[in-house]
């Protein structure tokens, strides 16, 4: 019998006698076919990505990948799931970013509104951690809270990584003693 004559035979498992039903399941099993078509229908959405790409919105476009696997990474956190669409491109090419809108951040409709909140939330003030209370650095131009690491060139133990204000461009090196040296 075909593959197909073994599942119709099987959808009518209880009609058989025990001995044609242990016969069939033997043979069912060496074929390594499912038992009924209850548990092929749930295999087979167990094998497939379960993710219609027509359920998903676009909420953040990013010329840096980093940035967007960021903006994930934080979205995951709060329990949303998303996706990364146009990575590898850019990776093979970051002039390829602006032609095709940069890497894309995508999420199921239904979670696209709480995703956004949770991606547009302030950068905090301070925050607990295990050592203790960490107060986030601010410009010392004006003051913003939206600083980090400027690039730098590659040079061999660089004292203290620049640091930038996403906001108004200013760079400064922080001094060990907290004081710090606005350079732009």
Same mark, same amino acid.
């Given at each position: 019998?075909s593959?197909? !004559?073994?599942?119709?035979?099987?959808?009518? &498992?209880?009609?058989?006698?025990? !001995?044609?039903?242990?016969t069939? /399941?033997?043979?069912?099993?060496?074929?390594k &076919?499912? +038992?009924?078509?209850e548990e !092929?229908?749930?295999?087979?959405?167990?094998?497939?990505?379960?993710?219609?790409?027509?359920?998903?919105?676009?909420? %953040?476009? #990013?010329?840096?990948?980093?940035?967007?696997? &960021?903006a994930? %990474?934080?979205?995951?956190?709060?329990?949303i799931? @998303?996706?990364?669409?146009?990575?590898?491109?850019? /990776?093979?090419d970051?002039?390829?970013? =602006?032609?095709? %809108?940069?890497?894309?951040?995508?999420? /199921? /409709?239904?979670?696209?509104?709480?995703?956004?909140q949770?991606l547009?939330? $302030?950068?905090p +003030?301070? #925050? *607990?951690?295990?050592?203790?209370?960490? *107060?986030?650095?601010?410009?010392?131009? @004006?003051?913003?809270?939206?600083?980090?690491?400027?690039?730098?060139?590659l040079? $061999? #133990? $660089?004292?203290?990584?620049?640091?930038?204000? #996403?906001? @108004?461009?200013?760079?400064?090196?922080? *001094?060990?003693?907290?004081?710090?040296?606005?350079? =732009?």
């Amino acid at each position: 019998m075909s593959d197909d !004559e073994l599942r119709a035979l099987a959808a009518d &498992l209880d009609d058989l006698t025990d !001995e044609a039903r242990d016969t069939l /399941r033997a043979e069912l099993a060496r074929r390594k &076919l499912p +038992e009924r078509a209850e548990e !092929e229908a749930s295999a087979a959405d167990a094998n497939t990505d379960s993710i219609d790409p027509a359920t998903l919105e676009t909420i %953040g476009q #990013f010329r840096d990948l980093q940035d967007a696997d &960021l903006a994930k %990474g934080l979205l995951e956190s709060a329990g949303i799931e @998303c996706f990364i669409a146009d990575d590898n491109l850019v /990776r093979m090419d970051w002039f390829y970013s =602006n032609a095709v %809108g940069g890497v894309k951040l995508l999420v /199921r /409709r239904q979670d696209a509104e709480e995703a956004i909140q949770i991606l547009e939330q $302030p950068i905090p +003030e301070s #925050f *607990e951690s295990d050592t203790g209370e960490y *107060e986030q650095p601010r410009c010392p131009k @004006c003051g913003s809270l939206d600083v980090g690491a400027d690039q730098v060139e590659l040079t $061999p #133990f $660089p004292p203290q990584p620049p640091q930038k204000c #996403f906001t @108004c461009g200013a760079r400064w090196i922080d *001094e060990p003693d907290d004081s710090a040296t606005t350079h =732009n």
